[in-house]
């Protein structure tokens, strides 16, 4: 492919650092110091990385029918966009703010110090940068990207960017590996000072590391070069329980260091569950009943909420609540406990921001990647080998591990929580019951894809959306999923497939280039991504 020349708005961040250094070099501050370490960079870092995928989460989600807007004809419901401004362009923005040459400055101050476990952390939050980002926006700027030198930079095709993800990932395994190879330490007390993913557990980096590649190649098995061999060797090295799982910290104690969906946040109420997703945890999809058994699924009260009459409900489409102006019957907030509030204001139960359920809390963590995420990579990954009985015993330990994650919801400075709000009984119960193939001959690609869809409600609706374009959509996979009617004008009757770059950077200084690749295009949304072609 070629390569198309533009200009970011970001140059002029880089600019500014290398006049920054210039003048660190000739000026001292006894106030402030003049070197800035790694473990002083990594913090707001991770932060951004949790801010980059939820903020644009909210809109994701209503491509992907995890949610959808309490007002109808939403655009966003509509499989359309809103023009002119940042809306889905956060994770663009981390990927080259956030993460951006501050990863430069990480390396640099590390390398100096010989703390390569701070190099490796370096290079697996870039790669994860470079797969989240691509799966968003498919054509990205890698090459040329923080290159403070230039003052325009080239588009790399997006079969660049992925290879890149998983060559950053693999980079910082080495450099994780050479860091336990030099002190012998699993855990580093240095690396603790600055990382709050994983407090400085170099074993649990090089995991996720293994999750990013499991990933990147799961997400390529539309190509005649898809290895599920390959995925399923990842997700062997990759998470071993949900204490290993990524996401980073939040305190909790005013906005800015709070989650993203808590009570000092407020980002939920304008967001109402999704038909698809009640109907997937009442057992209608999976026992294929027009009758809803609340009692089946034991994650069901603890994602989603009922309204005053005790029944579960969820939009569908753009049609927001048809039952809005019925107090016993409208559709409460996501949040909404099913004890009287929650249903019409703004207030979460109890108005208390660090007793909520499920990651709902002030101080819940922003989550990255799970365990139950990386065995769905490896159940898919062997099922379309044609490895059934491989595949069942993947997908049973993913739904369980599913389970246990709602039950226990990473929250503060804890990986994994400890409030067994569902218990043994009740997840073994569901684990035996029909919503869950027992034997690999009855086990379908709906039945893994579905369930996926299930575990990762709430902290990665960008997984469920792009699951579902790889599959175009295929209602016999996702059998909740209803195409939205009328769909958004701009689409031309087309499905929505990729989330427009960040307006404030592309759409302001590089109309020319995206000129080139569609990107004026009314329609340009609709395209399909390289990663999910043949």
């Known amino acids: 492919m070629k390569k198309i020349k533009y200009i970011m708005l970001s140059t002029l961040g880089l600019l500014g650092l290398g006049s920054c250094t210039k003048f660190v070099d000739v000026n001292t501050n006894p106030n402030a110091p003049v070197a800035v370490s790694a473990s002083a960079l990594l913090p707001a870092m991770q932060a951004g990385m949790e801010r980059g995928l939820w903020f644009d989460s909210r809109f994701v989600g209503q491509y992907a029918q995890a949610w ?109 590996n050479l860091a336990i190879n030099t002190d012998h330490l699993p855990v580093s007390a240095a690396l603790k000072q600055g ?20 990933q990147n190649a799961m997400h390529l098995s539309n190509k005649s070069t ?180 709602c039950s226990n919801p990473p929250q503060a400075g804890n990986l994994t929580g400890s409030q067994n709000v569902i218990s043994a009984a009740a997840k073994a119960a569901y684990l035996a019951g029909p919503c869950v193939k027992q034997t690999p001959g009855t086990l379908t690609l709906a039945d893994i894809m579905q369930q996926k869809f299930i575990s990762l409600f709430v902290w990665n609706p960008l997984e469920q959306w792009s699951d579902e374009r790889r599959y175009n959509y295929d209602v016999n996979i996702f059998q909740g999923f209803q195409k939205p009617s009328p769909l958004f004008t701009d689409n031309a009757g087309k499905q929505v497939y990729l989330m427009r770059p960040r307006f404030n950077s592309e759409y302001i200084w590089n109309v020319p280039a995206l000129n080139l690749i569609g990107g004026l295009a009314p329609d340009y949304h609709t395209k399909k991504p390289w990663f999910i072609l043949p």
């Not at 419901?77 to 809103?82: C, P, R």
């Not at 709050?196 to 499991?214: M, N, S």
């Not at 249903?343 to 139960?349: K, Q, R, S």
């Open 68 to 176: 959808g807007s309490s007002a109808a004809n939403n655009v966003w419901d509509q499989e359309g966009y809103l023009a002119g401004n940042d809306s889905g362009g956060e994770m663009w923005r981390t990927v080259y703010f956030s993460l951006g040459a501050n990863t430069g400055l990480v390396w640099q101050d590390a390398t100096a110090k010989q703390q390569w476990d701070y190099v490796g952390v370096g290079w697996a939050q870039r790669a994860w940068g470079w797969q989240t980002a691509a799966d968003m926006y498919n054509n990205m700027i890698v090459t040329e990207a923080f290159d403070p030198s230039r003052l325009t930079f080239d588009y790399d095709s997006p079969d660049v960017v992925y290879a890149e993800a998983a060559k950053d990932a693999q980079t910082a395994i080495n450099y994780l």
């Open 195 to 214: 990382d709050y993913i994983y407090y400085g557990d170099r074993t649990k980096w090089i995991k996720f590391c293994y999750g990013i590649l499991a």
């Open 226 to 405: 898809f290895n599920p061999d390959l995925v399923k060797k990842y997700a062997d090295s990759s998470f071993v329980s949900n204490a290993d799982n990524a996401s980073v910290q939040n305190n909790g104690s005013v906005s800015g260091d709070s989650n993203f969906w808590g009570p000092l946040r407020g980002n939920m109420g304008s967001f109402r569950q999704s038909d698809f997703m009640v109907r997937l945890l009442d057992g209608r999809i999976f026992t294929n009943s027009a009758t809803a058994n609340y009692t089946l699924d034991p994650r069901l009260p603890v994602l989603l909420a009922q309204s005053k009459d005790g029944v579960y409900r969820g939009v569908v489409g753009a049609q927001a609540d048809l039952n809005s102006g019925d107090g016993n019957l409208l559709i409460p907030y996501l949040y909404s406990t099913g004890t009287g509030t929650g249903y019409t204001g703004a207030a979460y139960p109890a108005n208390a921001g660090k007793t909520q359920k499920y990651i709902y809390n002030d101080d819940s963590r922003g989550v990255l990647m799970t365990w139950a995420e990386v065995q769905f990579f490896k159940a898919e990954a062997l099922f379309k080998k044609g490895d059934f009985p491989g595949a069942l015993a993947a997908y049973q330990t993913a739904i369980g591990a599913s389970i246990d994650f």
